[in-house]
């Protein structure tokens, strides 16, 4: 019987056989195994295409891994446009193309078509008939020497630029006032277009002083 402000008893004694729920890992190496030959199987059975598509070079996200680079889901209309490749055609010659994802910078734009660029070089497209070529179909010679690349996603990754190398701090750089320089950019960028705008007025007015002027 329970008094006072305690708690209700309630003890599990119910796991007495504790050896039958130990999850054990002994077929880790038989699956391992496994999951190479189906590897091995499914590019044999694509071959000489490759596995995959290929994927653009994307920076991911947060601070902890945004200096990396790594495979994204697919290249956007813009980079598609810069490659000279339909965006149609894309997804038929083995390029995934991502309809969500936006170039936020210049660089990115450059890396992917280049990317892009060097996968159309290399390009062997096969006829659907071997007896019937179409346009843009690869000639036989080069259909003959089509090898299956065993690198992992098609293309091999773009190596990042290295960084700064450290260097001896001169009297120049510390007499250098770097943090109003900055100041006055961001003040001149945050302005640009206030600047324009009383810059573009200014001169409508001039411009109708002087058509009165010579009215007068």
Do not use: C
Request: aromatic letters at 6%; proline letters at 4%; zero cysteines.
């Amino acid at each position: 019987m329970v008094r006072h402000n305690n708690v209700v008893p309630n003890q599990h004694f119910h796991k007495t056989l504790w050896q039958d729920h130990v999850k054990t890992w002994f077929d880790q190496a038989a699956r391992k195994k496994r999951r190479r030959l189906k590897r091995a199987a499914k590019a044999a059975a694509v071959a000489p295409r490759p596995v995959g598509l290929l994927r653009p070079a994307v920076h991911p996200p947060t601070n902890k891994y945004n200096y990396k680079l790594r495979q994204g889901r697919g290249f956007t209309f813009a980079e598609l446009k810069e490659a000279g490749i339909n965006k149609k055609q894309a997804r038929s010659i083995g390029v995934a193309v991502d309809h969500r994802r936006r170039n936020r910078s210049a660089e990115s734009l450059q890396l992917n078509s280049q990317r892009l660029k060097e996968y159309k070089a290399a390009l062997i497209v096969f006829p659907k008939k071997r007896n019937k070529v179409k346009a843009g179909d690869s000639s036989k010679e080069e259909i003959a020497s089509a090898v299956q690349t065993k690198v992992k996603g098609i293309l091999k990754m773009p190596e990042l630029p290295k960084g700064e190398e450290a260097m001896v701090i001169t009297d120049e750089m510390k007499s250098d006032d770097v943090f109003h320089k900055l100041r006055l950019l961001r003040a001149d960028y945050r302005l640009y277009g206030i600047r324009q705008k009383n810059q573009l007025a200014a001169k409508a007015k001039e411009v109708g002083h002087s058509e009165k002027g010579g009215v007068v």
